[in-house]
């Protein structure tokens, strides 16, 4: 069992930056391949960012292609999403999951195994 725990979401103006991190329970934890989600009010959850187990692969929605990027360091175990250049539209909860099997379908939110609770981002115009 995994237990996913994200910190960091607060109120940031338009234009600032913000750092999620997703830290997690479970001495397996470096094998899974990671991910982050996001839900705005009356919205689907939509994918965000992947990374593969091994930090050697990373993925982006092409909202936040060259904003946010995903990195993870396994030695110490969180996952972290460094957002830049925040715009009001990203606003929403901001979840991170993680992914038991190799075959990584990484904007599938439903082959996920484990999720953590959420944290609210909110960019103010």
């Known amino acids: 069992q995994v237990q996913l725990v994200e910190s960091g979401g607060g109120l940031v103006q338009a234009g600032g930056s913000l750092r999620l991190s997703c830290a997690a329970s479970?001495?397996?934890?470096?094998?899974?391949?990671m991910g982050w989600f996001r839900q705005a009010p009356g919205k689907e959850r939509e994918f965000v960012a992947g990374?593969?187990?091994?930090?050697?692969?990373?993925y982006y929605a092409d909202s936040v292609k060259g904003r946010f990027t995903i990195s993870r360091d396994n030695a110490k175990n969180p996952v972290y999403l460094q957002m830049n250049s925040l715009q009001p539209e990203d606003t929403a909860v901001y979840y991170c999951?993680?992914?038991?099997?190799?075959?990584?379908?990484?904007?599938?939110?439903?082959?996920?195994?484990?999720w953590g609770q959420g944290t609210q981002v909110t960019v103010s115009s």
């Open positions: 999951a993680a992914y038991v099997s190799d075959n990584f379908y990484y904007r599938d939110s439903a082959r996920y195994d484990y």
């Open positions: 479970g001495r397996t934890f470096r094998i899974y391949n």
């Open positions: 990374i593969r187990w091994n930090g050697h692969s990373t």
